[in-house]
């Protein structure tokens, strides 16, 4: 008996079942991931709750935004690009002395200026009228002071940039035991430079 | 002499495409793996902000997304251009959000509640005045971390 030959399926039309599903999953799907800048809000204030510790003046950097977007620091108009350096500059003064005194500073421990890292307060006053464009890079610059004094610091100690070590931290990937490593460590430079960054409640008029 | 007889002119074979599939599949699966859903239609315009400073978010179930903005131009006719407020799939008012913060916090496992992100996806031109009014909704309802979304870039260049 001859032997006959099983007839050839015709995969012809196979590529365009594959093209509709693909160009399925191209229109459906996004790629990216998200990112931004993270916060914490401060918790909801208590009517019971003591008064606020006093805060000297030579403690706090004054930011504020105006409607139209101009920013205004410590009583002075500043362009944004000038920003980052003058807030890394009122950080790291550490002009006190004694029980304030900052043996990790290199600021020129300026009279008029903060007494110790611990101490320095950021204060943003924004309008209700400002952009959030504005808002976002005032922010930005702001964290970006802190991190650059963290990173100054973590280098000196661990040999390893501030953001650097966050961002193995917060990678799912890293494990356990590498996390149990680093925190004690992030903890430290978090210390050295704490975030104070304030935000006062809009004005709604100029 | 018929093991030199010439082949036919001008009969082009046809080229084989047995192969395309595999290669159309190979990009399939690609995309199939590196990119998620798409979840929510977005109504409104949102042109994020630029920022440097950035942390990633990671553990996308843990994520609220609230997103701000001018209404598209298609919706403008019903919504005005008035910045807005879209919780998932539809424009909402700033009063919505404690509603939605609970509706996300039922759907989750307890011990998850505490590491539980809201992420705002603003535009940039929106005014802070809706900003600070979320965020001061998102502070009664306890809902205190919070993500600014940004795009990656140069903050000072690029917002100018």
Same mark, same amino acid.
Request: proline share 5%; aromatic share 6%; with cysteine.
């Given at each position: 008996?001859?032997?006959?030959?099983?007839?050839?399926?015709?995969?012809?039309?196979?590529?365009?079942?594959?093209?509709?599903?693909?160009?399925?999953?191209?229109?459906?799907?996004?790629?990216?991931?998200?990112?931004?800048?993270?916060?914490?809000?401060?918790?909801?204030?208590?009517?019971?709750?003591?008064?606020?510790?006093?805060?000297?003046?030579?403690?706090?950097?004054?930011?504020?935004?105006?409607?139209?977007?101009?920013?205004?620091?410590?009583?002075?108009?500043?362009?944004?690009?000038?920003?980052?350096?003058?807030?890394?500059?009122?950080?790291?003064?550490?002009?006190?002395?004694?029980?304030?005194?900052?043996?990790?500073?290199?600021?020129?421990?300026?009279?008029?200026?903060?007494?110790?890292?611990?101490?320095?307060?950021?204060?943003?006053?924004?309008?209700?009228?400002?952009?959030?464009?504005?808002?976002?890079?005032?922010?930005?610059?702001?964290?970006?002071?802190?991190?650059?004094?963290?990173?100054?610091?973590?280098?000196?100690?661990?040999?390893?940039?501030?953001?650097?070590?966050?961002?193995?931290?917060?990678?799912?990937?890293?494990?356990?035991?590498?996390?149990?490593?680093?925190?004690? %460590?992030?903890?430290?430079? %978090?210390?050295?430079?704490?975030?104070?960054?304030?935000?006062?409640?809009?004005?709604?008029?100029? | 002499?018929?093991?030199?007889?010439?082949?036919?002119?001008?009969? /082009?074979?046809?080229?084989?495409?047995?192969?395309?599939?595999?290669?159309?599949?190979?990009?399939?699966?690609?995309?199939?793996?590196?990119?998620?859903?798409?979840?929510?239609?977005?109504?409104?315009?949102?042109? /994020?902000?630029?920022?440097?400073?950035?942390?990633?978010?990671?553990?996308?179930?843990?994520?609220?997304?609230?997103?701000?903005?001018?209404?598209?131009?298609?919706?403008?006719?019903?919504?005005?251009?008035?910045?807005?407020?879209?919780?998932?799939?539809?424009?909402?008012?700033?009063?919505?959000?404690?509603?939605?913060?609970?509706?996300?916090?039922?759907?989750?496992?307890?011990?998850?509640?505490?590491?539980?992100?809201?992420? /705002?996806?603003?535009?940039?031109?929106?005014?802070?005045?809706?900003?600070?009014?979320?965020?001061?909704?998102?502070?009664?309802?306890?809902?205190?971390?919070?993500?600014?979304?940004?795009?990656?870039?140069?903050?000072?260049?690029?917002?100018?």
């Amino acid at each position: 008996m001859a032997k006959r030959d099983a007839p050839e399926v015709n995969a012809g039309s196979m590529a365009d079942i594959a093209f509709l599903l693909l160009i399925f999953f191209l229109v459906t799907t996004t790629i990216e991931t998200d990112s931004g800048i993270s916060r914490k809000l401060p918790p909801k204030l208590d009517d019971n709750q003591p008064p606020p510790p006093v805060i000297k003046e030579r403690n706090l950097f004054v930011v504020s935004v105006n409607a139209n977007d101009d920013l205004l620091v410590e009583d002075e108009t500043m362009d944004l690009k000038d920003l980052r350096a003058a807030a890394v500059k009122f950080l790291d003064n550490g002009a006190g002395t004694g029980d304030e005194a900052c043996n990790y500073c290199q600021g020129s421990k300026d009279e008029s200026s903060s007494v110790n890292p611990t101490k320095a307060i950021i204060s943003l006053v924004n309008n209700r009228g400002t952009s959030y464009k504005r808002y976002i890079s005032v922010q930005n610059e702001l964290v970006a002071a802190y991190n650059e004094l963290r990173d100054r610091e973590s280098m000196k100690v661990y040999n390893m940039a501030f953001t650097e070590m966050e961002s193995i931290y917060n990678d799912p990937g890293t494990s356990e035991k590498d996390k149990d490593n680093l925190r004690p %460590r992030l903890e430290r430079i %978090r210390e050295m430079y704490p975030e104070k960054l304030s935000e006062a409640e809009p004005k709604s008029s100029n | 002499m018929a093991k030199f007889a010439k082949k036919k002119s001008g009969d /082009l074979p046809a080229v084989n495409t047995a192969s395309l599939p595999d290669i159309v599949f190979m990009l399939l699966f690609f995309f199939m793996v590196a990119t998620t859903m798409r979840e929510t239609t977005l109504k409104i315009q949102n042109n /994020l902000p630029t920022a440097n400073q950035i942390e990633k978010l990671d553990k996308k179930d843990l994520i609220m997304y609230v997103y701000a903005g001018k209404p598209s131009p298609r919706y403008q006719s019903t919504y005005g251009t008035e910045a807005k407020i879209q919780l998932n799939d539809k424009l909402a008012d700033v009063n919505d959000i404690p509603g939605f913060i609970y509706e996300e916090r039922a759907t989750k496992r307890e011990e998850l509640l505490p590491l539980l992100t809201t992420a /705002l996806k603003v535009d940039g031109d929106t005014n802070m005045g809706l900003v600070s009014d979320i965020k001061q909704e998102l502070r009664d309802v306890d809902a205190l971390k919070i993500n600014y979304v940004t795009k990656n870039g140069n903050a000072v260049e690029a917002n100018n």
